[in-house]
């Protein structure tokens, strides 16, 4: 199964509220492709409705080191800190958001909200301002699943509208009162009540007490600015230190321009922050994103490392080193150079050791590892090599045929042929596990190869599995009539059973048997009742034996057995 297929079907399992089946879908997806971030968000989506909220906080994370341009990575983080009560982390994690992605409206939401939850905290056992609220017990978590259980209610959760008030009044019992007009929320009033009640209808008197207002929040005083101390400085120093507070300034216009993708200018106010602090790595950094952003990988990796080389010479932080070599090796990577992007992650995380930097080392060491596969195929060659191994093997020079042969698979893994004489020259060193493994990926690769199934025959012989190499030479016998090697080898398993057993001590019998045993076909044949009736017949009704061998099916399955050495005949 593919990784879409499995956030698919993790898709499904959220929807339907399965949050653990979600998350195994959505893991299976990671392990098949770590660098997708849609399924961190995902998973961290369902991680943070099943309550797992650390790990739904490091899989924001992940997904926002994967994706840093992509605005639900900063939401995801955002949320779980605010799960977690960590208020001021979580308006830092939207702000980061909306630095990356200006203007989303998801994460603009998700700032205010968290900025109206920290500036008007919700007390417990009341509501904000003090006043006790009869009615801030009667919208908690379990009232969504009151209205779902409604069969005529529960239609309105599919109304935005309707869902907004519901989670207004969750967070606010005190909007009720603007609600009051909207006859839904009267009937879930109602139901929270555990009756039907009236409010405000004709001669009556039963609306809500109005809350008392909350006290006016008075506006706290702006704290004076501190001035600096530039007395001790002299004109040089002062000089200088005017020359950094203004190439800040300069870097913050040039963030301006980058968030509005207006590039060119952006790089303009970034050289003019590296004219004013040439020490400071951060202003060269920023201009290699925009190079990148750019899709101009050269000028992005030799902006990199001028970057390295500024921090390095004046001790910029471990953070920033790392960041420039990260940077470096995804332009590599882009450039299709996967070698030198290995060595700039693998770089990267010498001067700074990151998770997010270590997933896309590892993902990346795969894909070089098929690359590099694929690049050594050539069929041309593989055929010099099959040659080679030929001409070996022909001089009795087997260990190194098997060189030549490996070499051809390499070189072309789809031909059968070359496995064929691979297993064959394997069979020479001993190597039967080998040479099976070998001759049963030749059949894969080509089912109807009458050589090979000839040559799995010889496989089985030599290990003592004359039950399974019976099945391969009649395989290929049907499959070619005129094949001399299946016939051959046919009439000579036949005889090794026919005769074998008698030239056997019974050690040797007992060895056989134990070896026959151990194999899975052999096993599922012995615990079939029907043949287990039919081994019993042998010995007490041998008339009904006989019938019951007159099914080719049972008759096929006693022969294995035979074979196998498990079930003896004769003396």
């Known amino acids: 199964m593919s990784a879409d297929e499995e956030k698919a079907l993790g898709n499904a399992a959220l929807q339907k509220k399965d949050f653990e089946t979600a998350i195994k879908h959505y893991t299976n997806a990671i392990d098949l492709d770590g660098s997708n971030h849609v399924y961190y968000s995902n998973r961290s989506a369902a991680l943070l409705s099943k309550g797992d909220i650390q790990k739904a906080l490091e899989d924001g994370e992940a997904c926002v080191g994967l994706k840093p341009d992509w605005p639900k990575g900063y939401a ?28 989303d409206k998801t994460l603009e939401d998700g700032l205010k909200a968290v900025k109206d939850a920290i500036a008007n905290p919700r007390p417990a056992g009341g509501m904000a301002g003090g006043a006790a609220n009869p009615m801030a017990n009667l919208f908690g978590q379990g009232l969504i699943d009151k209205i779902g259980g409604d069969p005529k209610m529960k239609e309105y959760l599919s109304d935005p509208s309707f869902m907004a008030k519901i989670k207004t009044l969750q967070s606010n019992p005190n909007a009720l009162q603007g609600m009051l007009g909207d006859p839904r929320i009267m009937e879930v009033l109602s139901m929270a009540l555990g009756g039907n009640v009236s409010f405000g209808g004709p001669g009556g008197n039963d609306d809500p007490p109005p809350a008392a207002p909350a006290p006016k929040k008075e506006p706290e005083p702006e ?30 216009e040039g963030n301006d321009h ?43 990796i030799q902006t990199c490392k001028d970057a390295l080389e500024i921090g390095k010479a004046n001790f910029a932080p471990f953070e920033d080193r790392a960041k420039s070599l990260t940077r470096m090796g995804k ?102 596990n080998a040479a099976k493994a070998n001759i049963d990926e030749a059949l894969a690769l080509d089912p109807k190869y009458v050589k090979a199934w000839a040559r799995k025959g010889d496989i089985h012989v030599l290990m003592k599995e004359n039950h399974k190499a019976l099945d391969a ?87 294995k057995l035979i074979a196998a050495g498990v079930l003896q005949v004769g003396r």
């Open 223 to 252: 704290p004076e600015p501190v001035e600096e101390d530039t007395s001790w400085m002299n004109e040089e120093e002062l000089a200088k230190h005017n020359n950094k507070k203004e190439s800040v300034k300069r870097k913050n």
């Open 76 to 103: 995801r983080k955002g949320a779980a800190l605010w799960k977690l009560k960590r208020m001021n982390d979580a308006v830092k994690a939207y702000e980061d958001g909306l630095s990356a992605c200006p203007g």
């Open 473 to 559: 030479y009649r395989t290929g016998y049907a499959l070619d009539e005129t094949n001399k090697a299946c016939k051959d080898g046919l009439v000579k398993v036949q005889n090794m059973i026919n005769a074998g057993s008698q030239n056997m001590t019974e050690e040797e019998k007992r060895e056989r048997a134990e070896h026959g045993m151990a194999d899975p076909e052999i096993q599922s044949i012995l615990q079939d009742p029907v043949i287990r009736q039919v081994l019993q017949d042998f010995q007490q009704n041998p008339k009904a034996a006989q019938q019951a061998m007159m099914d080719p099916m049972v008759n096929g399955k006693i022969e």
């Open 331 to 432: 332009c590599y990577q882009k450039k299709g150079d996967l070698s030198e992007a290995i060595e700039s992650f693998k770089a990267a995380q010498l001067e700074h050791h990151s998770k997010d930097t270590q997933r896309l080392l590892k993902n990346l060491e795969l894909e070089k590892k098929k690359a590099d596969k694929l690049k050594y195929q050539d069929p041309e060659k593989a055929e010099e090599a099959k040659q080679r191994g030929n001409d070996l093997f022909r001089q009795k020079k087997w260990g190194e045929a098997v060189i030549e042969y490996e070499d051809a698979v390499k070189r072309n893994p789809k031909d059968a042929p070359i496995r064929n004489n691979l297993a064959a020259a394997l069979c020479k060193i001993m190597d039967f």
């Open 258 to 300: 980058y968030k509005k993708k207006e590039f060119q200018q952006a790089i303009a106010k970034y050289d003019e922050a590296i004219g004013l602090d040439g020490t400071n790595m951060t202003f060269i950094n920023n201009k290699a994103a925009v190079y990148f952003s750019m899709k101009e990988y050269d000028s992005c």
